[in-house]
């Protein structure tokens, strides 16, 4: 692991083409959403107005609505490429999924494939699909409605599953709950994908190989893992939702609603912010706003992001 803050192997992202390149290892982002409004006390319990309004002016503008409290977080997915594998993290929304409750993800024509075309890549190029966890909006575009029918998006990729992650919600699937499993997501978006037989369980630290591999991160949910992608010296962590929005930067501590586990999601956040402090990997969220993607620094009691 990259272990200096060495500006040679400290890899930046490029604003211009969304990407940024780690060693021999390309990444792209791929919008699904971006500026999508979230109110502060719905994600994060601790959150106050008055506490908003204080940290709201350490961090970019455009981390933030029309008032402090309103936070905008992007949905995107990351290509990876390395020399073997053409690798797509975290399936954000997806088309056509009902959502009723979530207006922003419901029954959307959204350019998600456009997008992974403008980056070069066609959906049967893709070979592997990988969620660092399996709520709705990180499972979406494992699957596209096809004659009435869900599908795998990507019809020559195995999906690899964190096998923790998926016999947890699969448990809570086979208790047949009065409401559908988050919000459907496990039924339209990766049930499928098991019927069609490209579905593998991986431990929580399985090695993908060409310098990508997972590391558990549990707290957000059970089977939660990061990402990570190493390779000549460069270092980036995929970190999915380990961390949500900047303001956690400010407030390591703070867990958000949506954990299933908030201590051990805080524990999960502190160490990973503790060990990229004043080195030159590169953090990658699921939800920041481009291009907030950088390095992180101790910053008084918490921390802030170079980019
Ligand atoms: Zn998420």
């Known amino acids: 692991m990259a272990d200096a803050l060495n500006p040679a192997t400290r890899p930046t992202w490029n604003i211009d083409r969304d990407s940024c390149q780690v060693g021999n290892i390309g990444i792209n982002r791929i919008v699904d959403l971006e500026n999508i409004p ?3 006390d719905l994600i994060y319990p601790d959150s106050t107005p008055e506490i908003m309004e ?8 455009i981390h933030f609505g029309e008032t402090s409290s309103d936070l905008y977080l992007s949905f995107h997915s990351y290509l990876i490429r390395t020399a073997n594998h053409t690798i797509l993290v975290d399936l954000c929304c997806g088309n056509d999924k009902h959502r009723p409750t979530r207006p922003h993800w419901h029954q959307r024509s959204g350019p998600f ?3 992974l075309a403008e980056a070069g890549v066609a959906p049967d190029e893709v070979d592997i699909v990988m969620c660092t966890h399996l709520h709705a909006d990180h499972v979406g575009w494992n699957t596209k409605l096809e004659n009435g029918t869900w599908v795998p998006t990507f019809p020559n990729a195995r999906y690899l599953f964190a096998e923790k992650e998926y016999n947890y919600w699969q448990a809570l699937h086979d208790a047949n709950p009065p409401e559908p499993v988050m919000y459907g997501s496990f039924e339209d978006s990766v049930l499928p994908v098991i019927s069609s037989g490209q579905a593998e369980f991986v431990a929580g630290d399985h090695n993908v190989g060409s310098g990508v591999f997972l590391e558990p991160a549990y707290g957000h949910t059970p089977g939660n893992v990061m990402i990570h992608a190493e ?3 460069r270092h980036a962590i995929l970190c999915g939702d380990a961390i949500h929005h900047p303001v956690q930067l400010i407030h390591p501590e703070w867990s958000t609603n949506f954990c299933s586990d908030q201590s051990e999601s805080r524990a999960t956040r502190l160490a990973l912010l503790a060990n990229c402090a004043g080195t030159s990997t590169m953090l990658l969220p699921a939800h920041f706003q481009s291009p907030e ?7 008084g009691d918490g921390y802030h992001l170079v980019r």
Do not use: H
Request: proline share 0%.
């Open 38 to 40: 979230f109110a502060a």
């Open 54 to 61: 204080k940290i709201a002016g350490r961090l970019d503008k």
């Open 113 to 115: 494939l456009d997008n």
């Open 231 to 233: 390779d000549n010296g």
């Open 293 to 299: 993607y950088g390095t992180i620094e101790k910053d």
